[in-house]
């Protein structure tokens, strides 16, 4: 009688559990890797000085996005961008920007975001990404605004997601407090993204 209470056990744990392995894989089988596509990408900044603005961009970064379409809320993505990238129109402010009063760059030459949340907002695709940005050995965590701008064919037969990311930054959160006063504190940061699904 034991036995039989036993079989009959293991058959019913066995018709529960073989279901949830098989929506677990099916889960992992939603989400896509995109790896952005510097070439038709782009991280913009500018920051106040005195009354004006200062503009510059980098043009060496990487990341890739795992993008879970039916419901992206699931998504994440992790990058880095090269600091000693940095272009800001003047050869003698860049090379600047690489000392330890900004960017530190030959002790921290990488700066890393990594999601820890996306979150829905009520605008249809509109979100709220929420994570961990590195910087100068030190990390803290921020908001960006994304837009999903859609997603379609690219050429020879590539398949494509294109994003749009903004987000306000206190440089000095991350020891970054050189030109003060002259320099203002906040980085306004505009990203654009193209991504190459894998």
């Known amino acids: 009688m034991k036995k039989r209470l036993s079989a009959l056990v293991l058959c019913l744990l066995a018709s529960f559990t073989v279901p949830m392995a098989v929506q677990a894989v099916a889960a ?9 596509d510097s070439s038709h990408s782009s991280i913009k900044f500018s920051i106040r000085h005195f009354i004006a603005k200062t503009t510059g ?6 990341g890739t996005l795992q993008i879970d379409r039916a419901d992206l809320t699931r998504s994440s993505i992790n990058a880095q961008i090269e600091l000693p990238s940095v272009h800001t ?18 002790q921290y030459p990488v700066m890393v975001f990594e999601s820890t949340q996306w979150l829905a907002t009520a605008a249809e695709q ?4 929420v994570g961990d940005l590195t910087l100068r050995g030190m990390t803290h965590s921020v908001v960006l605004d994304v837009e999903l701008l859609g997603f379609g064919a690219g050429a020879r037969g590539a398949y494509l997601s294109g994003w749009e990311a903004k987000t306000v930054l206190d440089r000095t ?12 504190t906040e980085v306004e940061v505009e990203i654009n993204i193209e991504a190459v699904r894998r």
């Open 57 to 62: 961009s980098f043009g060496q970064f990487s």
């Open 28 to 36: 992992a089988t939603n989400i896509e890797v995109y790896e952005i």
């Open 173 to 184: 959160l991350w020891g970054i407090d050189g030109g003060q006063p002259a320099v203002g």
């Open 126 to 129: 509109h979100f709220k990404v």
């Open 89 to 106: 129109n003047s050869e003698k402010r860049d090379e600047h920007l690489q000392q330890d009063d900004y960017f530190d760059a030959k």
